[in-house]
């Protein structure tokens, strides 16, 4: 997996595989995953970078999906807290239980609009009252008896809740608190999956583009480039999310599988708020019912979200409206709160999957998953529609037992109970987390054991990898970063598919989205990956100049001065364009 020569390096012209996976978001990933472990031989094409676009824009939950009880998808719910529990499990050095607390208004209110809800009768949101909410949450709990890893649900009245917290609103009468999970790093996870299926013998390769397809092959090429050869398989994954139907468009297999709807999300750097939450996560209704959530996120408050309809996801970004309607429905639940724009240290958005369907709103939009089987001469083509980030695995699952079923081959291994990456061997107690990184610090002595504990809780066992790669190595921390160090970035860019200064920035690290990315930060970054690649200065300011426009334009993280796009070594340029992304004001901005 070194990175000097591209993944692309690996293949050759005429290559065959059982199985291509076209698009690299998290559900092809774990399609990716499935297959290289039951020894098919399958390659993964993805035309940006891994895990980008809306797998790297949830909202960091990883959670049942207590809202769709509401419109019936029961085995929905009762699959998500099933794979929920998994990662917990599977990988607990990057997801964690999160307790929540849903703030309540009234008793009965919601009550008879569930119903209709249900039904089908009824299509708009409205304000849920406890005995809607105690319902939920006990169906909840009893999905998850057998398979119980945290506390049940409980109800708390006014002066507990007022107690709890102290800046909410008068008119919350009482709340409710449960357990779901967030995800520190959703981008490392994807990568430790991809890791895994290319040790277990599959090919990945991010930035090549698929550029034709005669129903029999593939032709492949490397963005920005003129190189391009050709694979074939008569087994395709279609895998591009948002871009289901125009992919299959260019596969010669044209569909309409899909309506896509885009979430934003902003974090803050609000002190006051984020001792407020003192590690809880928010759960909250506004005037209309329509759900919105906020929790703690490295020292920061993630808050969000917004559920808008779009044509176009390659044109989607958060709208200056959008955080308008954010910042409104968190005054209602915390009015004695002030959360100004100033504070916002980042901001993001990405378009869900979703089947498409007619309903009067994006929230009764299923968000189950399924898939869609053509045929184009001899090969067959999987459409992936729908699917959720807490949901990747048993998705992945499915496919591939379709997959191997039409290939005449018997699965070998499940993951249902696989750690991944700096999940395996985990040790999960406190006491125990103390005996490992003393024995760390017993075999690498010329690291103090903050940085040691740094590294422990940003990639779990997998730290280990990184410290036997720097040993000898005179190794020294950033200038601008004191928890980051050179060696630390020199490996994630040898060992981690870097084509360019934004990977590292918004996918290997968290540096951007936890509001520490300054300009000499960005100085700093990018010229280590400047040295590694041993560009030229026009590629470097042309590589710079796209990362601060993408990083002003995508996530309001102004990076010294800038004006046009420009575009970068590795990433054609995507076109800004300012549309119109609310319909009839708040009409469609629905739940999470």
């Not at 001899?378 to 997959?403: C, M, Q």
């Amino acid at each position: 997996m070194k990175n000097k020569t591209t993944g692309f390096d690996v293949l050759s012209d005429g290559d065959q595989f059982d199985v291509v996976v076209i698009g690299g978001g998290i559900n092809g990933i774990s399609v990716f995953r499935e297959l290289a472990l039951q020894g098919v031989k399958v390659g993964l094409v993805e035309k940006d970078d891994f895990c980008s676009k809306a797998s790297a824009a949830p909202s960091r939950m990883i959670h049942g999906g207590l809202r769709y009880l509401e419109n019936g998808e029961f085995s929905l719910v009762r699959e998500a807290l099933f794979e929920r529990n998994r990662l917990l499990d599977n990988a607990p050095h990057l997801v964690a239980p999160l307790q929540t607390t849903i703030p309540i208004y009234s008793t009965w209110s919601g009550m008879f609009d569930g119903l209709l809800k249900f039904l089908k009768l009824k299509d708009r949101p409205s304000q849920r009252g406890s005995i809607v909410i105690k319902l939920g949450l006990t169906m909840y709990d009893w999905f998850t008896k057998r398979d119980q890893l945290m506390p049940a649900h409980k109800m708390h009245g006014a002066a507990t809740t007022h107690r709890r917290w102290p800046l909410m609103g008068d008119k919350v009468r009482s709340s409710a608190t449960y357990f779901d999970a967030w995800i520190s790093s959703p981008e490392r996870l994807a990568i430790e999956l991809i890791r895994e299926g290319i040790e277990a013998g599959g090919i990945a390769v991010n930035y090549t583009e698929v550029t034709k397809f005669n129903g029999e092959k593939l032709t492949i090429s490397p963005r920005n480039s003129d190189q391009e050869i050709e694979i074939s398989s008569q087994h395709i994954v279609n895998a591009t999310g948002a871009w289901v139907d125009v992919t299959n468009g260019a596969l010669m297999a044209p569909s309409q599988y899909m309506q896509g709807t885009k979430g934003s999300h902003i974090i803050v750097d609000n002190p006051q708020l984020l001792d407020e939450l003192d590690g809880n996560m928010l759960f909250y209704e506004n005037s209309e019912g329509r759900v919105c959530i906020l929790f703690p996120y490295f020292g920061k408050v993630l808050i969000g979200s917004t559920d808008i309809p779009v044509s176009n996801p390659d044109a989607v970004r958060c709208t200056d409206e959008e955080i308008d309607y954010i910042l409104s429905s968190l005054s209602g639940v915390l009015p004695h709160l002030e959360v100004s724009r100033q504070q916002i240290v980042y901001k993001f958005c990405g378009v869900r999957p979703l089947p498409s369907v007619n309903t009067s709103t994006t929230g009764q939009i299923p968000r189950s998953h399924s898939i869609k089987c053509d045929q184009n001469g001899n090969s067959k083509i999987y459409s992936l529609i729908g699917g959720k980030w807490t949901t990747f695995r048993a998705f992945g699952e499915e496919v591939a037992d379709e997959l191997l079923a039409s290939l005449k081959k018997s699965r070998k291994i499940s993951t249902r109970q696989r750690a991944i990456g700096g999940g395996n061997h985990y040790p999960r107690s406190e006491s125990e987390q103390q005996r490992y990184l003393s024995k760390l610090t017993e075999r690498y002595p010329h690291y103090s054991t903050f940085q040691l504990d740094v590294w422990f809780k940003r990639y779990g066992t997998e730290c280990e990898a990184l410290l036997s790669w720097l040993e000898g190595a005179q190794d020294k921390p950033l200038q601008t970063l004191a928890n980051y160090t050179v060696g630390e970035i020199s490996y994630i860019l040898e060992h981690e598919f870097v084509t360019s200064t934004l990977d590292v920035l918004l996918r290997r690290t968290s540096i951007a989205i936890e509001g520490k990315l300054s300009t000499k930060v960005f100085d700093e970054i990018s010229q280590l990956v400047t040295d590694y690649f041993d560009w030229s200065e026009a590629k470097q300011n042309s590589d710079r100049e796209y990362a601060q426009q993408f990083l002003l334009n995508h996530h309001g993280v102004s990076i010294g001065q800038t004006s046009v796009i420009t575009s970068s070594p590795a990433v054609s340029p995507t076109k800004i364009i300012e549309n119109e992304q609310l319909v009839n004001g708040e009409e469609y901005v629905f739940n999470q």
